[in-house]
């Protein structure tokens, strides 16, 4: 493209070393937080790149803080989708080329795409940017100057498969800790926020998180583990003297929490009360939370909160905390067929979900107390 600044040499003479970089990765929480060890190793290799991150509206404060990003670019496809059906194609489709304009004037040399969509690729070849690495998941790799071939998510985690993108580049690294930062003010809100409800310092903090995020839409019930086991939990760690419990839960949870709340009556019930950064602030300050797996375990995992996490159709040696063993536990049965969640498919279940109604809340509770002890 012509006036498009070349790559510059790297320092050891291998390589290219590009100045403009674009890491896109439109999903949820779970998977944007195991991006975040990608964008740290493009840093230390690069550290004089320009890296901007392009995600959704709902991630996007996740990134808001990271130190190693110099931009956030928000894509948000429904609200394309709606402009299609409510406005007109045309007036969408000025609007996404408006967008892809802005983007194309910024002149992005190399694209990191996690996306496994050809629509993205397509966008990302709009853009101009002349070098785009990305996994060809079902042939979407179209767009992509350099595929990786990938059938799913199966065998390591998914932390692991991102890096394989970046061996593409010739880049690795030892340290792969997920990251997210909670500025001074957050950590402050957090800590009056907590004095507010009579919190004293030094009570054990306990947070429970019955739902599961929303990345999975109508499908997260089929993973998540029943409110009253929660309750259950709930009930035998408030006889433990000290003991503080904070019920977590964004706006599609907000049936899961009053069942709790009703068997727990002391229980401080923050569902559906926090942004998504008020949220992680608060999980900085428990010594243990209990959840499902999802989104709301890696935010966990991420601030350095021991977690005691519930597996069921889902596997944890995929998609489980991506933390020293140590301060993580999972909790799962295996009544001969899970995990049962392959190349991100979830079958029909012919035993009403074994897996996860097997799970008895002394053994979930057993966890949580083994790791306030320790």
Partial sequence: MAGRPPFRRGASGGGVTPQRVLIVNPFGIGDVLFTTPVIRALRQAWPQAYLAFLGNRRTEPLLRHNPHVNEVVVFEKDEFRQCWRHESPWACLRRLWAWVRELRAKRFELALDFSFNSRVGFLLWLMGIPRRVGFDYRRRGLFLTERVPLAGFDDKPVV????????????????????????????????????????????????????????????ASLRRW????????????????????????????????????????????????????????????????????????????????????????VSEQVYGPYAPDGAHRVISYDPGCRPCYQRFHLPPCPIDRECLRRITADDVARAAEELLAA
């Avoid at 690294?173 to 310092?201: F, N, S, T, Y």
């Fill in 160 to 219: 692991d498969y991102y890096f394989d993108l970046l061996a593409e580049l010739g880049i690795t690294a030892a340290d792969r800790h997920l990251e997210v930062v909670v500025p001074p003010e957050l950590q402050r809100w957090a800590q009056k926020r907590l004095r507010e409800m009579g919190i004293r310092a030094g009570e054990a903090l306990v947070g429970l998180i019955p739902g599961g995020g929303a990345s999975w839409g109508t499908s």
């Fill in 226 to 313: 029943h409110a009253e086991g929660f309750a259950a939990v709930a009930q035998r760690l408030k006889r433990r003297p000290g003991m503080q419990l904070l019920l977590f839960g964004d706006h599609a949870d907000r049936e899961l929490c009053p069942p709790i709340v009703s068997l727990v009556p002391d229980i401080h019930d923050l569902c559906d009360q926090l942004s998504l950064m008020e949220f992680v602030a608060l999980l900085a300050q428990c010594r243990v939370v209990v959840c499902n797996d999802g989104g709301p375990l890696h935010l966990a995992v991420a601030v350095g909160t021991r977690t005691v996490s519930v597996f069921g159709p």
